[in-house]
């Protein structure tokens, strides 16, 4: 934390004049909303398989309609080639064939140089691979440079028993830190002892130590990050590849549990393959470790390119969504509860929030969803009343005329800037009737309409400004998450698919970016507590058009003012609590600021970072600190 001289120093403290005072209240205001801060993720610019998953094989299991190896590559002349004929399982259908030349000798094998590159922080990795063949003798597994310099990072040397028959392989091994991501997985084997004949392989994997050590666990690089939030739920697990394109290429929840050999995956809607080896259960798993609330999107009949399921068709879907929450919270005595303890979990899950499809407000979904929510409301509903069930839509002509008062509605925004400005006040005015949450907003646009590659300090502000908003009609509004979460910037020249995230990165060159944005949401997550009230504030000067706040005071004698200046000249703030906040003299502040157009990007990834203080109380009460040119400022007197 740095003291008020450095904050000084930063150019944060407040000059002697000041140009608006906040008399905030103590008393009355809006309890907040139930989860200030969350996250919704789906699998998109790979964000899951090849990002924030542990596992770094690229097409390990050939999934998917396109499969291809272009991953791949041979070593000691091997023929490499995706072979259907000897299917693992049921669900994993594809392998990798090599043939092996009838003059092998020395090493012969494949590599895999994961997705568009393989980090290497230092630490035990795990790695295993099912293999088919006749062939006895040793394995070597090592991780070097795709160059072939020779340099070699680690490696684990596996026993090897003749069979015709699939065999699970398995080894820990040390691995020490790669200067950069350009790095492969190569398998190798005495090809003399193989000469002429045909090995199988698939479902290769390589994990780096997980986020918390957990078994199929998430990737560290970008799971702290996220945990760092500090946000209170996790929405999943999206988002239109909930949906599909079709109705047969819909995500299917049970398809994504148990072993990773009994998970098909599916052509995902972002124009490549998910393994779901990010399934239901890690889902779960994921916001309980991050102590986020887990909010389960369910398949509702409705795919992306308008195909609709509706009346009696509906009943399976409804069967299937049912299956999918007693998996989650059902205990060992049901079906579904024994089911998930048989996969390690014994323990039902606090699922207190479910979603009834995505967007069905778009996709020629309006008319249909009407009898859609209803019938899985319904359902739903009777078997589990505790858990609150949110539309996919706030457009009220897709609901029910009679909606249920205890539903949720699910508001999406993507926009400029300046319209998350304008819509400061869109909040204001809205029928207290149904509670809505906003699951998805981000500003992906410039103001000239053309699509942001990354968020800017001006679209952060905004942001920030929408999100105040929102956060002062907390008796309407239970919270926000900014969507999407994760992009592989590879991913991002190749698909083009959706830009800007919130964070993104690459490997080789190794790097992660927190956006502007991604800060913001850190900055209003850490300032939100569960008892906080927001309360009225005096000003002496106006709310808007380039100068916002909000404020809030929590049972355990908390005061947070939230402050956002959207122009290019700096203002400063005086701030009181009505009758003081019990015990406090000093009041902490982080500042984001920049140029309007500063941005964390590959060129310079730490370009904008907020700056962290501590004010002291002054002359009868005032805290007073400098909102700089393109800022947001939170205050928190405790």
């Known amino acids: ?40 993720f789906e699998d998109v610019n790979h964000g899951g398989d090849g990002g924030i998953h542990g596992q770094l094989l690229g097409d390990n299991a050939f ?3 396109n499969a291809s190896l272009f991953r791949y590559a041979s070593i000691g002349n091997a023929t490499l080639s995706i072979d259907d004929t000897n299917p693992l399982t049921s669900a994993i259908v594809r392998s990798l064939k090599v043939d092996v030349p009838e003059d092998a000798s020395g090493e012969v094998g494949f590599s ?20 088919s063949g006749d062939y006895e003798g040793d394995v070597t597994v090592k991780l070097v440079p795709k160059t072939g310099s020779g340099t070699e990072f680690g490696s684990t040397t596996l026993a090897i028993k003749k069979s015709s028959k699939w065999t699970k392989y398995e080894a820990k091994f040390d691995v020490k830190a790669a200067p950069n991501g350009n790095n492969v ?8 002892k193989t000469a002429g004949s045909t090995l199988y392989f698939t479902l290769m994997s390589l994990y780096l130590p997980t986020y918390l050590d957990k078994e199929n666990g998430l990737k560290p690089e970008l799971a702290q990050p996220l945990a760092d939030i500090k946000g209170r739920f996790l929405r999943f697990p999206g988002g239109n590849n909930l949906e599909g394109d079709t109705i047969d290429g819909r995500l299917r929840w049970n398809q994504t549990i148990g072993p990773l050999e009994d998970r098909p995956g599916r052509q995902d809607v972002w124009s490549y393959a998910n393994t779901d080896a990010i399934g ?34 509906l009943e399976p879907y409804i069967e299937d969504a049912l299956a999918q929450i007693e998996y989650a919270v059902g205990d060992s005595s049901t079906h579904w509860g024994a089911i998930r303890a048989s996969h390690g979990r014994t323990e039902p899950f606090a699922l207190k929030y479910v979603e009834i499809g995505n967007e069905d407000n778009l996709s020629n979904g309006c008319a249909s969803y009407v009898e859609r929510f209803q019938r899985f409301y319904d359902a739903i509903h009777a078997a589990h009343p505790s858990i609150t ?20 509605l699910d508001y999406h925004r993507y926009d400029r800037p300046d319209a998350f400005v304008e819509a400061f006040s869109f909040f204001d005015n809205i029928p207290r009737t149904n509670k809505y949450i906003i699951n998805e907003f981000a500003a992906i646009y410039h103001n000239n309409g053309t699509r942001a590659t990354y968020p800017t300090m001006r679209s952060a502000v905004a942001e920030a400004i ?32 959706w830009t800007p995230s919130l964070l993104s990165f690459r490997n080789d060159p190794p790097v992660t970016i927190l956006s502007t944005s991604y800060f913001v949401q850190q900055m209003f997550a850490q300032a939100s507590d569960p008892t906080d009230r927001y309360v009225d504030v005096v000003a002496d000067g106006p709310l808007g058009p380039t100068v916002f706040w909000v404020a809030s005071v929590s049972s355990g004698g908390q005061g947070v003012v939230k ?76």
């Open 389 to 408: 069930l949110i539309a996919s839509t706030a457009d009220l002509n897709c609901l029910p005329k009679d909606l249920p008062g205890d539903a949720w």
């Open 185 to 192: 997985w190569a398998l190798t084997f005495d090809g003399s």
């Open 112 to 131: 895999n140089d994961g997705f568009w590159g393989i980090k290497l922080p230092q630490g035990t990795y795990s790695t295993f691979f099912w293999m």
């Open 466 to 497: 929408y999100m105040m908003g929102a956060q002062r009609n907390s008796d309407l509004v239970q919270g926000l998450a900014y969507a999407p979460l994760i992009a592989h910037l590879a991913a991002v020249d190749l698909y083009n698919a």
């Open 1 to 40: 934390m740095l003291s008020s001289l450095l904050l000084a120093a930063a150019g944060l403290l407040v000059k002697p004049t000041y140009s608006i005072s906040l008399e905030v209240s103590t008393s009355g205001g809006n309890s907040s909303g139930a989860l200030p801060v969350g996250m919704m």
């Open 563 to 638: 402050g956002a200046n959207y122009a290019g000249v700096g203002t400063a703030l005086r701030v009181r609590f009505a009758g003081g906040v019990e015990g406090t003299k000093r009041a902490r502040v982080v500042v984001l600021s920049g140029d309007a157009e500063a941005r964390n990007d590959e060129v310079d990834p730490g370009a904008v970072r907020p700056v962290e203080g501590v004010v002291e109380e002054g002359a009868e009460g005032w805290f007073e600190v400098e909102m700089p040119a393109w800022s947001v400022v939170v205050l928190v007197a405790e």
């Open 63 to 65: 999934q998917g309609t």
């Open 280 to 313: 239901t259960l890690e889902y779960l798993e994921w916001a309980e470790y991050m102590n986020l609330e887990p909010m389960m999107d369910i398949f509702a009949g409705l795919a992306l390119k308008g195909e609709t399921v509706t009346g009696d068709a």
